[in-house]
């Protein structure tokens, strides 16, 4: 089973990236964006309590994200894999990630970490914002934040798999499809 934990800050090309990666690898994608999204959407509990957090541009805590990922990952039989994408986003997420997944008898096959330079995500969340309309990408303040919270507190899991074994670089600038490009390399090399 090919499972990708594909990491970047705000506005790295994630969720675009994640698409072309599904198409050719067959996997299944799981946003913890879209998941909160649609628990937010459906007003449920658990959504409630993530909007009052990503509102501020905080992180949601990781009880209430690893329960949420867990319900997704058990509702699909037989899957070639998952891309995990924005998640985890702590240490304790990644052991906890790790601990699930080796349950199903499986495990993480590679992180592969978009890096971008700050100045072009704030370029990037705007526009994007401009586009969908989301309501976290338009505030510069709300950015700044979810920025400074993804330098010090998301940052740190690459070293998490660094000492796996199991991190690769990715040069997130270029266009789309250079960035898919070194991305595939970086898979079809595992």
């Given at each position: 089973m090919l499972n990708i934990v594909l990491f970047g800050p705000p506005g790295a090309g994630k969720g675009t990236q994640s698409e072309r990666l599904i198409e050719k690898y067959g996997l299944v994608h799981l946003s913890t964006g879209d998941i909160f999204r649609a628990n937010i959407k459906g007003e449920t509990a658990l959504g409630t309590l993530a909007k009052s957090y990503m509102d501020q541009g905080q992180l949601v805590p990781d009880s209430v994200t690893i329960d949420m990922l867990r319900s997704e990952v058990?509702?699909?039989?037989?899957?070639?894999?998952?891309?995990?994408?924005?998640?985890?986003?702590?240490?304790?997420?990644?052991?906890?990630?790790?601990?699930?997944?080796?349950?199903?008898?499986?495990?993480?096959?590679?992180?592969?970490a978009l890096e971008v330079e700050e100045s072009e995500l704030k370029t990037r969340l705007l526009k994007r914002a401009e586009v969908s309309g989301r309501a976290d990408d338009a505030n510069p303040e709300v950015i700044q934040n979810r920025i400074n919270v993804y330098n010090q507190e998301t940052a740190p899991v690459k070293s998490f798999y660094q000492a796996q074994n199991k991190f690769i670089s990715i040069n997130g600038i270029g266009s789309i499809d250079e960035i898919t490009n070194r991305l595939f390399q970086a898979i079809d090399s595992i």
């Open positions: 058990v509702k699909h039989e037989s899957p070639r894999g998952f891309i995990f994408d924005g998640f985890p986003r702590t240490n304790a997420q990644a052991e906890a990630l790790d601990t699930f997944l080796n349950e199903l008898g499986t495990g993480i096959s590679v992180m592969l």
